[in-house]
């Protein structure tokens, strides 16, 4: 299993509710980007770490979206009083080094319902 | 800032023929341009890239083409297999790595 995984895969929320999605990047990579991809839509850039400093959050849509990685590896993408517009593929990807073009490894992505 | 988009959504092709998916940008800043393939229910895949400072440049089975003059990128496939049907997306990559991605095209291949 060495690639970026996701969980949940599928997540329903009623509207008002806090959700919390997790990342599980590749051992060892330095940089770990999400990503919101509504239907039909490609990726949006949402937040980006260096290990477990969060250097740009310009991405995130309102300060109901809160995201870590305090320990420079897992993180969560948090979500409270979700809304109907919330809706979307959460993705993360991750990348082997810092200040570098170089590739970034998706995860599956959480599909994310609010109804 | 940066924009990339598609000029067609979809792109149906028969199994064997030659596939070209077209892409512009906005923004001349970008440097490095990246093409990825999205099958259903999983996260996008890298295909190829290409520096700006490029003009072509070949994988297997692919080739990405950058005009600059026009701001147009394209990614042919030869002979398209219907395991090759998916969305695909340019992106542009900026600073540390931030990719801003097109609307996506979505190739059909028929056996």
């Known amino acids: 299993g060495a690639g970026v995984s996701q969980s949940p895969r599928y997540k329903v929320a009623k509207r008002g509710q806090d959700v919390a999605l997790r990342c599980d990047p590749i051992?060892?990579?330095?940089?770990l980007f999400w990503y919101q991809q509504a239907l039909g839509q490609g990726p949006e850039f949402l937040t980006y770490f260096q290990n477990e400093a969060q250097l740009d959050k310009s991405g995130l849509p309102s300060d109901r979206f809160f995201a870590e990685r305090p320990e420079g590896s897992v993180s969560t993408l948090k979500i409270q009083r979700t809304q109907q517009e919330d809706s979307a593929v959460y993705l993360c990807?991750?990348?082997?080094?810092?200040?570098?073009?170089?590739?970034?490894?998706f995860g599956p992505g959480t599909r994310l319902t609010v109804t | 800032g940066e924009s990339v988009g598609l000029h067609l959504p979809t792109l149906s092709v028969q199994e064997g023929d030659n596939s070209i998916i077209n892409c512009a940008y906005s923004n001349s800043a970008s440097d490095y341009f990246i093409w990825y393939k999205q099958e259903s229910g999983k996260g996008p895949q890298f295909i190829i890239d290409i520096r700006s400072n490029m003009d072509k440049r070949q994988g297997q089975r692919v080739t990405v083409l950058l005009n600059k003059t026009v701001k147009h990128l394209s990614l042919q496939i030869a002979a398209t297999q219907p395991g090759d049907s998916a969305v695909y997306f340019c992106a542009a990559l900026t600073s540390y790595g931030k990719l801003t991605f097109g609307q996506g095209t979505i190739l059909t291949v028929h056996p």
């Open positions: 051992s060892g990579h330095v940089s």
């Open positions: 990807a991750s990348s082997p080094l810092k200040g570098q073009k170089y590739e970034q490894y």
